[in-house]
C-alpha cells in the first residue's frame, strides 16, 4: 500500500517489514534477523536503552558485515547497542549467554540456587559473577503448569522471598541487583538527604542573648538614642555545614560499584552547596560540573564522555598527587569534610601513597575512607595500597548497599571525636 504523500513509516513498522523480508530470504533453518530482535530485547529488559532505532542499525551492520567471523558479529552489535563504559561489562555477558555459550548458561543456571555465605577466617574468592539484571531476563517467566511449578519450588527454597521487598533491597549488594532491584535503589538513592553537622566559623551573627557583647551594634545603638541610653547587643558565631569532598575509584575492580555510587554522588551534589566531586583511576577528573545536571541520566552520560580511563587501572598515588597539588587548596578550605571511595588496590605498588594520603589527611577536617571490601568479614588490609592508606584515615566503612549509604548519612550527622592520626586497629 504505497504512502500518502508527507507520511512517514514508523520503526516499528519498518523493524517488522525488515525481519519478515529477512526471513524469507535466509533458508529455512535461519531467523537471525528474529534472534537479533531478541537479543535487543534482552538488552532493553537487562537496562540498556535499546529502541526500534537501533535494531534496524543492528540489521544493517551485520548485512554489511557479514558473519564470516565471531568476532566480527560481537563487534557489530557492540558498536550499536553500546554507547557507554558502564554497559560493556553487561553486553559481554549477555551476548555470550544469548548466543549459546555452555559455560556461561551452566553459571547462569548456577545462580538461581541460593548463596552460601563464606565461613568466617575464609577470605572470598575472586571468580567472576554474572549480573542479576541478566539472571532475571533469562529467567522462565509464568506459563505453563511446569514453569510455574518450578517458581513454586524454587520461592520454597529461597528464604530472601520470605521478608518484605524494602526491607531485603536495603542489605541486597549492589553488584547482585536484578535490574528492577537497581531501578528501586536508584529512586531511593534519589530521596536521600545527607545530614552534614554543622560547624562554627569565624563570622558572627546577631544574638538575642550571649556570652559576647557586640560592641559596634551597642555603640550604633547609643548614637541613636543620643547617648542616654546605652542597650548592649549581643553575638554568636555563625554556623554552617563544611564543604563535602568525594573521590571515588572508577577502576576496573570497582566498576559494579561507581554506577550506582554516580548517583549517590549526584544527589548529594544537588541536595546541597559547597560539594565537589572526582572520580580518578589512572587520572584525575573533576565532575562537579557535570553531576549539578538535575537529569541524573543526562548527568551520568556527560561524566561517561568525561572520563577516559573508565574499568582500567589505578593509580591512587599518582592522582592524590594531582589532588593535592592542583585542587586541595581550592576545595579543602574551610574545614572540609572528604570522602575518599576505592578498593585500596594500586596498580603502582602504592609508589608515593603514604606521603600523599598524609598530606591529603591533614589538608581536611575529616578523611573517611569507604571501601566496600570491609562488606567481607574476614577482610584485612593485606595490599599494599591498604596499608598505606589505614593509617591516615579517621574513619573506615563499607559502601556497597542502601543500608551502608544510610549509615553514612548518620555518622555524618554527628560531631566527629578529637582528631587522631588515623586507624589503629589493624
Known sequence: MPLRPGRRRSPWYMLAAMTSSAQNSEPQDGRLAENILYFARTLRAAGLPVGPGKVLDALKATETVGLARRDDFYWTLHSVFVNRRDQQELFDQAFHMFWRNPKILERVMSLLLPDITPLAGQQPENTEELSRRLTDVFRPKNGDDDTVREEEEQTEIDAVMTFSSKEVLQEVDFEKMSAAELAEA?????????????????????????QRADLRATMRAGLRSGGDTIPLHWKRQRRRHPPLVMLCDISGSMSRYSRMLLHFMHTITNDRDRVHSFVFGTRLTNITRHLRHK????????????????????RIGACLRDFNMTWARRVLGQGAVLLLISDGLDRDNAEGLSGEIERLHKSCRRLIWLNPLLRYDAYEPKSMGAKAMIGHVDDFRTIHNLQSLRELSKVLSRTAARREEGRTSW
Do not use: C, H, Y
Open 186 to 210: 536508584k529512586r531511593a538513592i534519589q530521596a536521600m538527604r545527607l545530614p552534614i553537622m554543622e560547624v562554627p566559623t569565624r563570622r558572627f551573627r546577631p544574638a538575642q542573648q550571649g
Open 295 to 314: 537529569d541524573v541520566d543526562v548527568a551520568v552520560e556527560k561524566v561517561s564522555d568525561s572520563v577516559v580511563d573508565w574499568s582500567g587501572g589505578t
